[in-house]
């Protein structure tokens, strides 16, 4: 026992922790043999190894960050300012703006090759088949899923517009006396937006996204965003 | 060093977070030999106060980050990536690199050089379904993957950056574990998409990276395994409270996933989720797509196998003629197939057809993840091997008139004794079409494509012993 409180001290976890990272590296140093069976192109593989951690943690990342950043950052501010009346601030647009985005980027990053034709001349080699048109099809794929998000959109909205005018008329043939119960605006408000977020036919990520706009995890932090135009921007 | 380093702990337990960082500048410095370097203090390093930007605690300020959601991808990862990685080394198996010279000049002597069977022949979209799903999962996960990171990126920043010795060791390993992860994706993808950007071998190094990722892989496993299922079954909210507050109370404890002044949500952590869903659907269905073919073949509308020329002929190759290099008069009438076992033989295509003549569909399967199924018509293997009196268990040699590495292979005798394994002169009921390997090409059930080799000139048989 003392011994393996020996262990923790010296090292800062049990001796498990050492033995299996002692064997990840055992296999890892085992696995580079392999490539030294081509030593001229070791460096390479290493190259491309190396550049693929650096790439992905400090361009890739930082990079589509900050695009959100800047597309979307302002929204961080809108959602915490003072409560507005418009279709705008009553459903919130971001969600579908963001998820068509995020999911054109997706297909960019994963097929970049192909839809910039930098394999055409292989691939007309492999195939037999002159292969262009990729970067027209990627902007049609983009272009179908806003549209499918604006399809979403529009449906949201107009379901709150219909409930809003439904509570307008609502309001008006009520007696005086019965206008005190009325529901207090905010109750107005959650309520259309209980029914903006109903499914509406086939579901779509915007859908999904738009169903529940209020439950990302912590209460959003007043004192932290109100300084947030002095902050670096933040990922996310 | 390391071990110098190590001694240095001890003296750790009792000293502050600054002077136990001079002293590891101190014994780094030293071990280098520099000693105005040992006597230079480091104001900026103080575990305590991080420097400014992506160091600190209040830069990472999306409220979706906290350990629930990185426990999420890590399960669809722990669950998607053994298929990837099995699937993998299936398809090196069915490569049979023990045989011939099919280790395409991988020397497979090394520590991870093996294949643990005979690939069989049954059934015979074997090798369709182990390399679709290799590639079909593989690019399913990307978006998995890609969120996994940014969930836990402020831990590449954590402050200080190194504690003890297990800290440093574990970053050590999860730079392999990123790396190599990122580097078996980004080469299996642009592979796929026929970009070879790179200056080396892609099937050894996609081969031995994958080594690395399942060492790094099973470690990671090993350390964080109770943290996500924990993570899983606590309540978020309870679990993100303890963790920011163990976080501030013990500053070296480690970043915390969750971002301690986070920014207003705009978006809630199932629409995330549901993102990277729809992006992997998105992804799988390309790759879905060539491989099951058929009317599914136009959802693969940004991969090159998306596509095929139209007519019985029409579906797809992995080269043209004209990229291997044959000539018009090389298949003309003067072409021969030259067998050799016990004896040689040589035959003319009319020989080849007055031959029994046998029809099978089979799958060609690419290790690319496409595949195509047709109606193969030839000469079983078998009684070509007959022809030069190869009796019992043997395996083929093919030589293409295609020079180069991918111009031959080798059938395991499971292969050769298989009623399917033809050489095939016609498909679809119509003779094959250049691109298609006319005037003879292998097919062969269950086998990697490029071991189905076209415009074939000869064919040596081996007796297998024992």
Request: hydrophobic residues 35%.
């Given at each position: 026992m003392t011994q393996v409180r020996r262990v923790r001290a010296l090292y800062g976890a049990g001796p498990l922790h050492l033995l299996a990272l002692l064997a990840s590296f055992a296999i890892a140093a085992a696995a580079v043999v392999g490539w030294f069976q081509r030593p001229r192109e070791v460096v390479n593989v290493l190259e491309w190894f190396v550049a693929a951690i650096l790439i992905h943690d400090l361009v890739l990342l930082p990079l589509y960050s900050l695009l959100d950043w800047i597309a979307f950052g302002r929204q961080w501010e809108r959602a915490d300012g003072p409560r507005q009346t418009t279709i705008l601030a009553r459903v919130n647009p971001t969600p579908y703006l963001r998820i068509p985005a995020i999911l054109s980027g997706l297909l960019l990053v994963v097929f970049f090759p192909v839809i910039f034709g930098l394999g055409t001349q292989t691939e007309l080699s492999a195939?037999?088949?002159?292969?262009?048109?990729y970067l027209a099809r990627w902007l049609l794929a983009t272009g179908v899923m806003y549209g499918v998000s604006g399809i979403a959109y529009a449906t949201a909205a107009a379901r709150v517009r219909a409930s809003l005018e439904r509570d307008e008329s609502d309001l008006k043939q009520t007696p005086p006396e019965a206008e005190e119960a009325a529901p207090e605006p905010d109750q107005t408000v959650a309520e259309a937006q209980k029914a903006a977020t109903e499914p509406v036919g086939t579901v779509t990520a915007a859908d999904e996204a738009a169903r529940?706009?209020?439950?990302?995890?912590?209460?959003?932090d007043h004192t932290a965003s109100d300084d947030a135009a002095a902050r670096p921007p933040a990922s996310g | 060093m390391f071990v110098r380093l190590c001694s240095l702990f001890p003296a750790?337990?009792?000293?502050s977070g600054e002077q136990r960082l001079n002293s590891v500048v101190r014994a780094f410095s030293g071990g280098v030999g520099c000693d105005s370097l040992s006597d230079?203090?480091?104001?900026?390093?103080?575990p305590t106060k991080p420097p400014?930007?992506?160091?600190?605690?209040?830069?990472?300020?999306?409220?979706?980050?906290g350990p629930w959601l990185t426990a999420v991808l890590g399960l669809v990862l722990l669950v998607g990536l053994p298929i990837v990685i099995v699937t993998g080394l299936l398809s090196n198996d069915a490569y049979q690199p023990g045989l011939g010279a099919n280790a395409l000049r991988r020397d497979i002597s090394g520590p991870f050089d093996f294949y643990l069977f005979g690939w069989p022949t049954q059934p015979s979209w074997l090798y369709a379904l182990t390399q679709g799903l290799h590639v079909s999962i593989g690019l399913a996960l990307v978006p998995v993957l890609l969120a996994k990171l940014w969930s836990v990126i402020p831990r590449l920043f954590?402050?200080?950056?190194?504690?003890?010795p297990a800290h440093v060791l574990e970053r050590l390993s999860l730079a392999l574990l990123v790396g190599s992860a990122l580097f078996e994706f980004v080469t299996g993808i642009i592979n796929i998409q026929y970009w070879?950007?790179?200056?080396?071998?892609f099937t050894q190094a996609h081969y031995y990276g994958a080594w690395m990722f399942i060492g790094a892989f099973l470690a990671h496993i090993a350390l964080k395994f109770k943290t996500m299922r924990r993570s899983l079954t606590s309540r978020a909210e309870v679990l993100e409270a303890v963790e920011a507050e163990t976080a501030s109370l013990k500053s070296?404890?480690?970043?915390?996933?969750?971002?301690?002044?986070?920014?207003?949500?705009?978006?809630?952590r199932r629409a995330l989720l549901g993102t990277v869903g729809v992006g992997s659907v998105l992804l799988l269905i390309q790759s879905a797509g060539q491989s099951v073919g058929?009317?599914?073949?136009?959802?693969?509308?940004?991969?090159?196998?998306?596509r095929t020329r139209p007519g019985l002929l029409g579906f797809p190759v992995n080269k043209t003629a004209l990229a291997a290099g044959i000539s018009a008069p090389s298949v003309g009438t003067s072409w021969r197939l030259h067998l050799a076992g016990e004896q040689t033989v040589s035959l003319s295509r009319e020989q080849l057809l007055g031959l029994p003549q046998h029809t099978y569909d089979l799958p060609i399967a690419c290790v690319e993840g496409w595949s195509t199924t047709q109606r193969w018509s030839g000469v079983r293997l078998r009684d070509l091997a007959s022809l030069c009196a190869i009796q019992g268990p043997a395996t083929v040699t093919t030589q293409s008139l295609e020079r180069g590495i991918f111009g031959h292979a080798t059938l395991g005798h499971e292969q050769v004794a298989d009623d399917r394994s033809l050489l095939a002169l016609c498909v679809n009921g119509l003779d094959l079409s250049f691109d298609h390997g006319y005037p003879a090409r292998v097919i062969c059930p269950a086998?990697?494509?490029?071991?189905?080799?076209?415009?074939?000139?000869e064919m040596t048989f081996h007796s297998v012993t024992g």
């Open positions: 195939s037999g088949i002159p292969e262009t048109g529940e706009p209020d439950q990302a995890a912590p209460e959003p | 750790f337990q009792s000293v230079m203090r480091l104001p900026s390093v103080d400014p930007g992506p160091f600190g605690q209040d830069f990472w300020r999306s409220p979706l980050r954590e402050w200080p950056p190194i504690r003890d070879y950007a790179f200056n080396f071998s070296h404890a480690g970043a915390s996933l969750t971002a301690r002044s986070p920014s207003p949500a705009t978006m809630s058929g009317p599914f073949r136009a959802l693969a509308f940004l991969l090159p196998r998306g086998v990697p494509g490029v071991h189905c080799t076209k415009w074939v000139s």
